[in-house]
C-alpha cells in the first residue's frame, strides 16, 4: 500500500471509510424505522428514539471527545471509536425488544462521538497547509456520501432480508478502517487539558430532558409531569449558561455569540437541518404507509435531495468565494421554503414523479444555502477560534436533526392516533390525517426557511443582538413600502 499511497492519504482513506459510518448511521435506519417500528409493535412515539438516542448522544459528547482527545491521543480515541462502533452495530442486529435497540443505538452514538470528534484533527496534521483543502474537500465529500447513500443502502439491505441487516453493512467498514488505521496511524501522547466536566453533564441533562419532554407531550399531552420537566430543563439550561460563562476553559465558548452575524447565521444552520431532516423522517412513513411504495423506491427517492447536494455544493462554495455569501444564501432560503411548500400539496393519490421534482428541489435549495453559510460564519471569527467555530458548526447539525425527530412526531401526532400510525398500511382516512400532519410539518418547515433567509440578509459585525439586525432589515422594508 505505501507503494501507491503515500502515507497521508492513506491516513485520509482510512478515517474517510470509518467516519462516512457516522453520517451512513444517521439516514440509513429512516427508511427501516417503519418496519422496526410494526416489527416489535412499537409506537412511533417510542421508536424515534431509535434515532434520536443515536443523534443525541453524538451531539452531547462531540466537544467533550475533542477535549479528550487532545488529552488522551487523537489517534488512539478515534480506533476506540470505531472498535465501539462495530461493537454497537453488531448489538443493534440482535437487539431482542425495542428498548434494548435504542440503549445500543446511544451506545453507537457514543461510539461516533469518539470518532467525529478527531477525524478533522488528525486528517489536519496529515497534510501541509497547501494540500489540507484538497483533503478536507475530499474527506466532506465521503461524509455526504455517506448520508446520501443511506436511504439507498438500507432500502436494499431490507428487501433482502430483515431490518436488521441495515446495521451489518458497518461490519466490513469498520473493520476495514480499523486494520488500516492500526497500520497507518501513530498513536501519539496527548497534552494536558482542563476539563469542563460540568458543562459537558448539564449540557446532556439539558439536552435530554428537552428531548423527553417533547417525546412526553406527543403520547399524553401536556399535564403536571410535562410542566415540571419544563421548568427543570429551563433550570438546568441557565445553570448551564451561567457555567460556561464563569469557568475558564468552557465546553463552549459563549462569548462568540456576542456577535450577530455569527449568531445569526448559526440559528439559521440550526434552523435549515430541522427542516431538513424532519423531511427524511416523516417521508419514510409517507412513501411506504400512504403511498406504498416498494422499499427500493424509496430508498432511491430520499437519496435524491443528498445526491443533488453533492454535485452542487462544490459550485455553490465557488460562487459564494467570488459573489459573497449573502445573497446566495437568501436565495438558497427561498428555493427550500419554496420546495417544502410545495411537499404541502402532496396528496394520498401523489406519484413518483410528484415526489421527484420536490425531493430535487429540496436539494437544490440546501445546496445553495449551506456552503455560504457555512463559509459565512467561519468569516465571521478569527482564524485562532476556527477549532471550536468546526465544533459549533457540528453541534447546530446535530442539535437540528435531534430537534427534527422530536418536533416532526409531535406535529403528527395532532393529526393521527397513535393506533393508526401502528398500522403496515394507511387507507382512506387515516391516509388523509397522516398526510395531513405531514402537511403541516412541511409548512413548518417552510416557515423556518424563511426565517433562515431573513437571518442571511443579516450584515452586522459589531453589535451584541440579532433582534436589532431585524429591526434594520424590516425599518429599511417599511421605508421602500411607503415610498411606492
Not at 476506540?80 to 462502533?85: E, I, N, P, S, T
Not at 443505538?105 to 477525524?119: E, H, P, Y
Not at 401502528?422 to 382512506?428: D, I, M, R, V, Y
Not at 443582538?465 to 429591526?471: A, G, Q, T, V
Request: glycine share 6%; proline share 3%; hydrophobic share 55%.
Amino acid at each position: 500500500m505505501e507503494g501507491l499511497l503515500t502515507k497521508k492519504w492513506q491516513i485520509l482513506i482510512a478515517v474517510a471509510i470509518g467516519t462516512c459510518m457516522v453520517p451512513l448511521n444517521a439516514s440509513i435506519v429512516n427508511i427501516s424505522l417503519p418496519s422496526i417500528t410494526e416489527f416489535f409493535q412499537a409506537s412511533v412515539a417510542t421508536s424515534q428514539w431509535v434515532l434520536t438516542a443515536y443523534l443525541l448522544m453524538l451531539l452531547s459528547l462531540v466537544l467533550f471527545f475533542g477535549r479528550l482527545g487532545d488529552f488522551y491521543g487523537q489517534e488512539k480515541l478515534y480506533m476506540f471509536g470505531v472498535l465501539g462502533f462495530l461493537t454497537s452495530s453488531i448489538l443493534c442486529s440482535l437487539a431482542p425488544s425495542i428498548f434494548f435497540l435504542i440503549l445500543f443505538r446511544a451506545l453507537q452514538g457514543f461510539a461516533a462521538a469518539m470518532m467525529i470528534s478527531v477525524s478533522i484533527a488528525i486528517v489536519r496534521k496529515a497534510f501541509t497547509v497547501g494540500e489540507l483543502g484538497k483533503a478536507l474537500g475530499i474527506y466532506s465529500m465521503v461524509i455526504a456520501a455517506g448520508l446520501a447513500l443511506g436511504p439507498a443502502v438500507g432500502g436494499l439491505l431490507q428487501s433482502l432480508g430483515n431490518w436488521e441487516l441495515i446495521f451489518l453493512i458497518n461490519i466490513p467498514l469498520g473493520i476495514i478502517s480499523l486494520i488500516v488505521c492500526y497500520l497507518i496511524l501513530e498513536r501519539n501522547k496527548g497534552e494536558q487539558v482542563k476539563w469542563d466536566i460540568k458543562g459537558t453533564i448539564l449540557q446532556f441533562i439539558t439536552l435530554f430532558t428537552v428531548v423527553y419532554e417533547l417525546n412526553l407531550i406527543q403520547t399524553k399531552g401536556i399535564d403536571f409531569n410535562s410542566i415540571i420537566i419544563i421548568l427543570i430543563s429551563i433550570i438546568l439550561f441557565i445553570l448551564f449558561i451561567k457555567n460556561e460563562n464563569t469557568v475558564k476553559n468552557p465546553l463552549l465558548n459563549l462569548s462568540l455569540f456576542n456577535n450577530a452575524k455569527f449568531s445569526a447565521y448559526n440559528l439559521a444552520l440550526l434552523f435549515n437541518y430541522i427542516s431538513m431532516y424532519m423531511v427524511l423522517f416523516i417521508m419514510p412513513f409517507y412513501l411506504q404507509k400512504v403511498l406504498h411504495l416498494p422499499l427500493e423506491y424509496i430508498g432511491i427517492l430520499l437519496t435524491i435531495s443528498p445526491i443533488t447536494m453533492i454535485f452542487l455544493t462544490p459550485l455553490s462554495g465557488y460562487l459564494s468565494d467570488k459573489f459573497g455569501s449573502r445573497y446566495l444564501a437568501f436565495t438558497g432560503s427561498l428555493i427550500f421554503a419554496f420546495a417544502l411548500f410545495s411537499m404541502s400539496q402532496l396528496t394520498i393519490f401523489s406519484d413518483i414523479y410528484d415526489i421527484f421534482w420536490r425531493f430535487l428541489l429540496l436539494g437544490l435549495g440546501a445546496a445553495f444555502f449551506q456552503p455560504p453559510n457555512n463559509r459565512s460564519i467561519l468569516a465571521s471569527i478569527s482564524i485562532d477560534q476556527s477549532g471550536m467555530v468546526s465544533s459549533i458548526i457540528v453541534t447546530m447539525r446535530n442539535l437540528g436533526m435531534v430537534f427534527a425527530v422530536s418536533l416532526a412526531g409531535l406535529i403528527l401526532y395532532s393529526t393521527i392516533s397513535n393506533n393508526a400510525l401502528e398500522s403496515p398500511l394507511l387507507f382512506n382516512l387515516a391516509a388523509y390525517d397522516f398526510t395531513t400532519g405531514m402537511h403541516r410539518i412541511v409548512i413548518f418547515g417552510a416557515f423556518l426557511s424563511i426565517l433562515m433567509a431573513l437571518l442571511s440578509l443579516i450584515k452586522i459585525h459589531n453589535t451584541n443582538s440579532i433582534f436589532d439586525s431585524f429591526k434594520k432589515i424590516i425599518k429599511k422594508s417599511l421605508k421602500k413600502i411607503k415610498l411606492k
